[in-house]
């Protein structure tokens, strides 16, 4: 099953334990959500009222958590890790899964370099590990470790909780999306006329050239049997040809000699 259809039965379970808590009860529901392993959308539990509460309050650092998973990278925690509370180590690794699919959003070829500092790696064989066990395995992203070139060459990556800021955007390209495939969609369809038409016009130019053949072999016919009857008519007329046998059969005239 795709990652991305396995894990809606979990975003429902933390949906509802979360609109049924509210303040410091939240905790637990973010740490749990926020460690699970099959779990990386974040948006529909910051939807929930009681989290949207949290803003401005004492608890306002649950959402700020919650944020971080839904939209951040491990930089970003790293930079802010003083206003933060210390993540546990499934915490950590989910926050790194993240941004490896975070890096993958812009660029289909990754360079080593480029992730260990992202990740806070120190050498290439940690990383390719990671990115095995921990990313490909896990079903997130499909792709080639290619060792010569140093780098990771993504075919697939599972995708993150859009930005409100990124709506616009999302929302004109697909806005975009839909009028090239009207414009594809009727191209399409005059092609198809066309290839209809043409289709027509081959089998009446096939019936006509059909025509034509009968017509050429009916008037051939025709002749051929004009020609059997004038050849039949000369050689049936009487007189001018003896016949051999007839000749046979008449007496032969005595010779006198001549004295």
Same mark, same amino acid.
């Given at each position: ?9 979990? =975003? ?17 529901? /973010? ?19 009681? /989290? ?79 990115? =095995? ?6 079903? =997130? ?119």
């Amino acid at each position: 099953m795709d990652i991305e259809q396995k894990q809606n039965e979990f =975003i429902d379970h933390f949906v509802k334990r979360a609109s049924s808590l509210k303040g410091s009860a939240l905790a637990s529901v /973010v740490t749990e959500a926020t460690s699970h392993p099959s779990l990386f959308a974040f948006s529909e539990i910051l939807a929930v009222p009681d /989290v949207v509460e949290l803003e401005g309050t004492e608890h306002s650092v649950y959402l700020d958590v919650l944020r971080l998973f839904a939209y951040g990278t491990w930089s970003d925690y790293t930079s802010n890790s003083g206003r933060l509370p210390e993540l546990g180590s499934d915490q950590a690794l989910k926050l790194k899964q993240l941004t490896v699919l975070t890096l993958a959003e812009t660029n289909k070829v990754l360079p080593y370099d480029q992730l260990m500092q992202e990740l806070d790696v120190t050498n290439v064989r940690e990383l390719e590990d990671f990115l =095995i066990n921990e990313c490909m395995y896990a079903g =997130i992203v499909r792709g080639k470790l290619d060792q010569l070139r140093r780098c990771f060459e993504v075919q697939f990556a599972a995708g993150r909780d859009l930005k409100p800021e990124q709506l616009g955007s999302m929302i004109q390209t697909l806005s975009n999306w839909l009028t090239t495939s009207d414009n594809l969609s009727v191209s399409i369809q005059e092609k198809i006329k066309w290839a209809d038409n043409m289709c027509g016009l081959n089998k009446k130019h096939r019936k006509e050239v059909e025509e034509r053949v009968e017509d050429v072999k009916k008037s051939l016919s025709s002749k051929a049997d004009i020609d059997i009857r004038g050849h039949e008519e000369v050689y049936s007329e009487p007189g001018g040809v003896m016949d051999y046998e007839e000749d046979r059969s008449r007496p032969k005239r005595r010779r006198h000699p001549i004295s």
